[in-house]
Every structure is written in C-alpha cells, then in structure tokens.
C-alpha cells in the first residue's frame, strides 16, 4: 500500500524560516506531511499538550539545529531548557526516529541570528553534542543544500525503519479485516482455555529449596533470638537478618613493650647499676616498627576471630513437592565477614611475638637484690644460670587455609567468606543442618549474603539474600 509519512519539524522559529520552509516543501515534493511549530503559535505550556500529542502521531522527527538556542523554559521540571529541546528529548523518549541537521560553523551567519547570551550559547554547545552523541548528524551550509540532505535521508530512513505512516481508507478491505481480526481472536480463546484445561491435568512436582540460618546451639528452628552476652557477637537471628555486634580487640598496650628506653625510666636506686651503652644497646636491639605494627595487627585478628566468632548452622528445607536431588548451595559472604570451620578456629594458632632484648632495667633490679640480699655463690648461680639461647629474627605469619575438607561427614566446604554445600538429595517437606559454621565480623555496616540454591529439577539457580548488620 502507497503509504504517507508524518514528520515532525523542529527547530528555532525566526532564526530558520528559511530553513523550515525549504524542508516543508522538500517534504511535500516526496507526497508526505511536514508538521511543525506553525500550527501551533507561542511555544507555551498550554500548548505543549498538542504538541506532545502530534509528535506521537508523527512517524519521523526532523531537528534543525542553527546557531540560536531559542526560548527557555522558566518553570517546572523542563526549567532552563529550551522548548526545541524539550521536543528533542520528548521524541526520543517516544522511540521516534531522529533525523538531526546542524549548520556548519563556518557558516556566515546574519549577526541577528546568533546567540549572544553567553549562558544560553554554552547550552547550544551542550546540546550540539547531545544530538550527536548517539546518531549520525547532517551537517548543512545553505537551505538549499538541507533540502537536498533532508530528501536523501527521509527516503533512506523510509526504506530502513517502516513506521505506521496513513493510507487511504478505500486502499484495504476494511469488513474482511475486521472479520479475521474477530476469528483470530476467537482462535486464541480456545487455545488458552485448551491450556488451562491441560494444566489442570497435570500435576506438577517440583522441589522448593529454601536456606536459612539458626543459632548452632538451638535444635529449634527460632525466628529471633536476642543476646546480651558481650563475648557472643549474635543479637538477633532470623531467616533473612542477621544482626552481630564487633567486639573489639584491646591490645595496642601490648605495643607498650617495645617502646626504647631513656633515663627517665630508670629508678633512682638503679641509675648506678645501668650505662648509657647498655641502654643504647637494648634499643638498638628491638624489633623494627613494622615487625610489631605487623604483629599488632595480626594478635588483632587472631583475638577476634578466636574469641569473637558467632557459630551459627545452616538449614536447608525442600517445602516443594518433590525430591531434591544433586543439590547445591553456595554462600557468598561480603569481605567484611570472614567465614571459618569451627575446627579451624580451634586449631588456629597464636602469633609469635617478637622478641625483646634483654631488658638492663631488669637485670640491674636483679643486681640490686644481690647486693642488698647476697646469697651463696652457688645459690645465686643456680637461681642467675644465664640465657644462651637466641631470639627469633622474624614473625611467623597468621595466615589461615581456608578451603576445608568435609566436616562430619556433609559435604561442606569453607573458604575466606564463602560456604559451599553439596548434598546428594534432601526429599520434599525434609530438612539438613550443617553446623561447625563460623562467622566473624570485622567492621560496622549494613551487607548482604547471596545464597544461590541449585538441584537437578531446576532450570536454573534461585537466589535467596541474607541482611548482615554489624553494629
């Protein structure tokens, strides 16, 4: 069917009267609809209406871009743009095809038809770039030139992106056209009341996986539980919250005993026992500041995962109506929560503190008791034998393995802030526990878990999200 295109004109008025004119006619010679702002008088608001409603009767939009920015919108949500680019992104939110034509730069242009107003010049700029920014762009030197673009764009676009357009009434058989619309329709009637039918005869069953956790130490499923214990992190714990407190760990005192020492320290009654080399000697002798700062931060981690950890299980149901089998959870904790197998936690070993020389403040309150207390010879030797042993130079790392084998015989693994499950079936309205779960948290904020749940009857994973709150 020989069919009308409806396009949409838009542009600056006064500036592009000439422009617009040409394109009106380019587009009649094509035995198409131009349309534009001249049927619509002052761009207000109280038009705006119509405007929106030709635009969405508009097969094609046609923007024409000079070197003026035109009127600027003063109010509401559209404030401090113009209504030419109001249009502009109303089309595209529309999914109208764009056809975009900017005057060349080089362009000599009466003085009348530029934009003076700085701050509405820098928005043409802006808008230049907009308009190019996802569509090719015709840029034009002279109207007659446009015209010419405009033509070999629209037929270009004709050709490529069919749009409803309009056709004569007497071009189709409206009667038979409305007769196969109403026996399609009656078609589709009976096929869905066909499926429905064949639905109700069968039965579906299909497994319903569902995890949540509880507290390790409860054989009951509770919905909350509330502690104020200060050595267990958990205050409450439900199927999609879980709410722990930070215990902080107290022992940058231990920091303390690696400082140097000066004279100060020293009392009066041993100032005589110690030289100034032997108090050089000891300082020059203690650890670096980044042996104990590493130390201090691993004794850190070490306090509060193995005094601070909260021991929780995890319980997988099936509420479906089917077995489940060749199941599969995986749990993905954030960074900040650090998941551990309570046999790792317990095996976990305490940091090696670096050594200290040996201390001249101690070894003169020693001499001072001889001196004010003399024993025998052989006594004071057997009580004074003397080290000669030696200091470790380094510190051993707290590093933990965190993939853990099978943990009473489930087939549960434990990595840095993950938990994985493999279970070879749980039937329907059945449930497993895996306990031994360890978390610790390590800083304050709101995180969630992901639980991914995957059997043999599924199609593809389900998720479930866990709220951690950490406080």
């Known amino acids: 069917m020989d069919k009308k295109y409806q396009i949409f004109i838009s542009s600056t008025y006064k500036d592009l009267i000439e422009a617009r004119n040409k394109v009106r006619d380019a587009i009649l010679s094509m035995m198409h609809f131009p349309v534009g702002m001249e049927l619509f008088g002052a761009a207000d608001e109280e038009q705006w209406e119509i405007i929106q409603e030709t635009i969405d009767s508009s097969d094609y939009y046609l923007l024409i871009v000079g070197q003026r920015y035109g009127t600027v919108i003063t109010s509401g949500d559209d404030a401090g743009i113009s209504y030419t680019e109001k249009e502009f992104w109303y089309a595209k939110e ?40 996802d569509r090719l762009v015709e840029w034009w030197k002279n109207t007659d030139e446009l015209a010419q673009k405009v033509t070999a764009a629209l037929y270009k676009q004709i050709g490529r992106k069919r749009r409803p357009g309009w056709v004569r009434s007497d071009s189709f058989d409206l009667e038979r056209s409305h007769a196969e619309i109403l026996k399609l329709n009656s078609l589709v009637r009976e096929l869905q009341e066909e499926n429905l039918k064949l639905k109700s005869q069968v039965e579906k069953r299909t497994p319903k996986l569902e995890a949540a956790f509880t507290l390790e130490d409860s054989i009951e499923n509770h919905d909350t539980l509330e502690s104020n214990s200060t050595a267990n992190p958990i205050l409450e714990i439900d199927r999609k919250h879980i709410k722990l407190r930070l215990i902080l760990s107290d022992i940058e005192h231990l920091r303390n005993r690696y400082e140097p020492l000066d004279r100060s320290c020293i ?64 749990i993905d904790f954030p960074e900040e929560i650090l998941t551990f197998s309570k046999k790792e936690i317990e095996k976990l070993e305490k940091p090696i503190a670096p050594s200290l020389p040996t201390d001249p403040i101690a070894e003169a309150e020693k001499e001072y008791e001889r001196q004010m207390h003399p024993l025998p010879k052989f006594i004071d030797q057997l009580l004074n034998p003397g080290y000669t042993g030696s200091f470790p130079n380094a510190i051993d790392a707290l590093n933990f393995d965190f993939t853990t084998p099978a943990i009473g015989g489930y087939g549960i693994s434990i990595g840095k802030n993950s938990v994985f499950i493999d279970t070879r079936q749980i039937p329907h309205k059945d449930l497993e526990r895996y306990c031994e779960i360890c978390l610790v948290p390590m800083s304050k904020g709101f995180f969630k878990a992901r639980i991914s749940l995957m059997c043999s009857e599924y199609l593809e994973e389900e998720y479930q999200y866990i709220d951690i709150e950490v406080v």
């Open 267 to 330: 009392d009066a009654h041993l100032d005589s026992y110690i030289t100034n080399e032997a108090i050089e000697k000891y300082n020059s002798a203690l650890p670096s500041k980044e042996e104990v700062d590493d130390y201090i931060e691993k004794m850190t981690k070490y306090q509060r995962i193995h005094t601070a950890f909260a021991a929780v299980c995890l319980q997988i149901s099936n509420n479906g109506t089917a077995k489940a089998t060749d199941v599969r959870v995986s």
């Open 94 to 133: 529309k999914g109208i095809p764009i056809l975009a034509f900017i005057i060349s730069d080089d362009v000599e242009i009466k003085k009348a038809n530029i934009e003076t107003d700085l701050c509405k010049s820098q928005k043409l700029e802006q808008f230049k770039k907009t308009v190019a920014s």
